[in-house]
């Protein structure tokens, strides 16, 4: 199109950068001292950082942007203490209203760190000690929370945490080339006399490249390079421990230029009832532009995507946009360290969207089953809406929760600003029409606003109706306030709907104002307070409820939490003091949960589950109260193969209470990708399979009913792969389209027992009668219609609920 992104750039007279205008037309400034050291750095908003040095060029304090806009000193500071030779001593983050937090460092004389003790271990009475005494405590073993210890190679041979409490020792082994070979863990220092029980060992080729990863138990995992160093064979620890080539691998193959052609799906022999050969061929195949772009993926089912690309290599558009994910981050969530009380109590719609990553989301392909991501399960109605909320018809009254704007399935287009963040996600267009879902972002390039259309031209409307969230940040790029959907519309009070969050000094959020339910005048009277503290190494201690946020006493209304010397959570409590406490192994693997009624009394063994685990840090047994133990065994894979779980009881004793417990035992089998493929509850005579088949892509194709498979655990028939009622013998088959989505569902038959008879066995599946359920969608992937189940063939009317949908996804109507 002859469109160019231009960038600007100034230097002095010392080259060194002075100005730079981004593509948007944005300027971010830099000044320098005489020494031409970096003095400040300005964004486009005057967002200053400032940096000081002493006489030797030594960086000894940065103030961050919310400290060079306020007039007291020292605020917002964080200031380096350096020795003689210009070694980091001390990290002190000043604060003009609380105590510094601060970091020290101890060395050898050959400069490596051999002692670290962080802002909790540089305490006394609760209050932080003199930056000397926390120099002096780096080197004090037990004021430490690290200490190292260094071969003449300078190369970390072992490592401490908390040398004198927890004493959680780590040690490593490395080869003549230098590479990393062996990490022995904390648990074989602390539990048996072999540390080697518990070592995790990586082989080298002569170029020094990984080929092969070994863990605790011996399950080894293998690497195969090809001349310049690409990994063409991958092979999992259930294939590195069989004589068959091939299974449980990943093959790759790569252009002259190094870029992927194709990949194969790892397979287990006899999976599905295929052969060999036939798993083999299933590949995933790139069809790449002169510069390397994909322009064509063929899936492992044969199905072409299409896509465009700008000569940046950004996707401009897409055939199939489920292929791609928009990767959103982990968000800036509250701090919730606990596990009864989450501090999101009800419908993830109904909290702040608080999803707002720097630069904006980024666009790559969505990670298949067999590269750890989730299979399709087809459950019925998921399609519905992403996220959908609990029940219809008025049974649950959350919020809907709104998609991540990438709809399920037509071509859908892509737009960037001049600095590549994502702006636009431009869906299928249906009777001519697609509103877009667009990002903005303020000049620093954190996200100002996400917008989905709702209504696309409502009653004759000019612009479609929308759902927009608006977000701003204080100088130090913190989240300060979101506003919802409600408080974007034209005529309403925003701040009625705003949250609002503050931080101390050290950037960790202090108060969450959330909007209130009151009908009050001033919307910031009707704020729900939420207010948090931290201990001096920024773990979550307290969180005050809103009703707690109005009284005096910060410990009513409010949840606690408490922690041992390596920030493990050790407990957690209610506002009515209810008590969770926790103990961990060398490893920090949980081992022990006491319930309230156990750390209330002094009988709390009887009220604790315990945990213990294997050397790769599998739970193989869970003991809970009343003498109720699960045991695990695993594959090499690291897939629970065998559960033995408390069962029923299996008689009265004379006081009529329960007797011996009969053990419920459940096996499971996996295909190559770790998927579930057969699983058995039960023993002998009692004993029942049930199979699951997924296809290349990893959607459910077929499911087994127990009364179809044979006593050997095979199906009574192969899947053919195709759309035929023979495989659909005492199984549900499903069938997707080219987008993965469910089309329709053929139900389980049968040929025995008689209809007639209500005790007939093959009552359930109709015998030998056909029936399917049909699904559509619409060009975005929306289902649309679903069927009510039907004898296919058979003549007559068939009958559909079918819906319409606002363009975020959530369902408009239902008949």
């Known amino acids: 199109t002859g469109d160019f992104i231009t960038r600007r750039y100034e230097y002095d007279r010392n080259d060194n950068q002075t100005l730079q205008v981004d593509g948007e037309g944005k300027r971010w400034a830099s000044t320098y001292t005489p020494m031409d050291r970096i003095a400040s750095e300005s ?60 970091t020290s460092y101890a060395y050898d004389r050959r400069d490596n760190v051999v002692g670290v003790a962080l802002p909790k271990n540089n305490t006394a009475d609760g209050q932080t000690v003199s930056v000397s005494q926390a120099i002096s405590r780096a080197s004090t073993p037990e004021s430490q929370r690290f200490a190292y210890d260094f071969d003449a190679a300078n190369q970390l041979v072992a490592e401490v945490e908390d040398p004198v409490g927890e004493t959680l020792r780590s040690e490593y082994v490395y080869d003549q080339n230098g590479n990393l070979r062996i990490t022995l863990g904390p648990r074989g220092f602390v539990e048996g006399p072999d540390p080697a029980a518990f070592a995790r060992i990586t082989d080298y080729d002569e170029r020094d490249l990984p080929v092969a990863e070994t863990d605790e138990l011996g399950n080894r995992s293998e690497y195969e390079r090809r001349a310049d160093g690409l990994v063409v064979a991958e092979t999992r620890p259930n294939g590195a421990a069989t004589a068959l080539a091939g299974d449980y691998t990943i093959d790759y193959d790569y252009d002259a230029n190094g870029a992927l052609e194709s990949r194969s799906l790892p397979w287990r022999e006899g999976q599905y009832g295929l052969s060999n050969g036939e798993l083999d061929a299933q590949r995933v195949v790139y069809r790449r532009n002169a510069v390397g772009d994909p322009v064509e993926v063929t899936d492992a089912r044969g199905n072409a995507i299409r896509n465009t690309f700008y000569d940046t290599g950004d996707l401009e558009s897409t055939t199939r946009p489920s292929w791609w994910g928009l990767d959103w981050g982990e968000g800036t969530q509250t701090p919730d360290p606990g596990e009864r009380y989450p501090a999101t109590g009800g419908s993830a719609a109904a909290e702040p969207d608080l999803i707002v990553p720097q630069g904006g989301p980024t666009l790559s392909e969505r990670p298949r089953p ?83 259309p709702l209504d696309p031209y409502a009653q004759g409307q000019a612009t479609p109706a929308a759902v927009r969230h608006s977000f701003d940040y204080d100088r130090n790029g913190n989240l300060r306030t979101f506003t919802n959907g409600q408080g974007n519309l034209a005529g309403e009070n925003a701040g009625a709907h705003t949250t609002r969050f503050s931080y101390d000094q050290f950037d960790r959020r202090i108060a969450e104002a959330a909007p209130g339910s009151k009908d009050v005048s001033d919307p ?177 194709r077929r499911t087994v009913n ?63 009668e056909h029936w399917r359920q049909d699904r559509r969608y619409d060009e975005r992937g929306r289902l649309i219609a679903i069927s009510s189940p039907y004898e296919d063939g058979a003549a007559g009317e068939r009958r559909f609920t079918t819906y319409t949908h606002y363009d975020t996804g959530w369902i408009r109507s239902n008949s």
């Open 43 to 102: 964004t486009p908003l005057d967002e200053r950082t400032a940096y000081d040095y002493d006489r030797e060029e030594g960086l000894t304090q940065i103030t961050a942007p919310r400290g060079t806009e306020t007039p007291a000193a020292g605020d917002f500071t964080t200031r380096f203490e350096l020795d003689a030779i210009g070694r980091r001593l001390a990290t002190v983050q000043q604060a003009t209203d609380a105590d510094s937090l601060i």
């Open 706 to 768: 127990p009364i179809g498979v044979s006593d050997a655990g095979e199906p009574a028939a192969t899947d053919d792969g195709s759309d035929g009622w023979a495989n659909a013998e005492h199984a549900s088959v499903n069938l997707y389209d080219a987008d993965d989505q469910l089309t329709a569902t053929l139900m389980p038959w049968g040929t025995e027992g008689d209809s007639s008879d209500p005790n007939g066995v093959g009552q359930a599946s109709e015998n030998s």
């Open 370 to 452: 067999e590269s750890g991501g989730e299979p399709n399960a087809a459950e019925a109605g998921s399609e519905l809406v992403a996220g959908a909320s609990g029940e219809t018809d008025f049974g649950d009254v959350d919020p809907e929760v709104l998609g991540d704007m990438m709809p399920a399935a037509g071509t859908t287009s892509f737009s960037y600003d001049d600095e590549l963040r994502m702006t636009e996600v431009v869906p299928e267009p249906i009777d001519g029409r697609a509103a877009p879902f667009e990002i903005a972002y303020d000049a620093v390039g954190r996200i100002a606003s996400k917008t989905w």
């Open 524 to 700: 910031e009277l009707n704020k729900e307070v939420t207010n948090l503290a931290y201990d001096p190494n920024g773990n979550l201690l307290r969180r005050e409820t809103p009703r707690g946020s109005t009284t005096p006493d910060p410990d009513d209304f409010s949840f606690r939490f408490g922690y041992d010397s390596v920030d493990r959570l050790l407990s957690e409590s209610n506002p009515l003091r209810d008590a969770w406490n926790y103990s961990y192994d060398a490893a920090s693997n949980r081992v022990s949960e006491t319930s309230p009624r156990g750390t209330e009394t002094a009988a709390g063994g009887d009220f604790t589950t315990t945990t213990a685990y294997d050397p790769a840090n599998r739970p193989i047994a869970i003991d809970e109260p009343e003498g109720r133990v699960t045991e695990l065994e695993y594959d090499r894979n690291g897939n629970v193969l065998r559960a033995i779980e408390p069962g029923a009881a299996t008689e009265l004793d004379s006081e009529l209470q329960p007797g011996s417990v009969q053990e419920h035992v459940t096996t499971y089998s996996y295909d190559g990708r770790d998927l579930l493929w057969k699983e058995t509850v039960g023993e002998g005579d009692y004993r029942r399979t049930t199979i699951t088949e997924y296809d290349p892509n990893g959607n459910l």
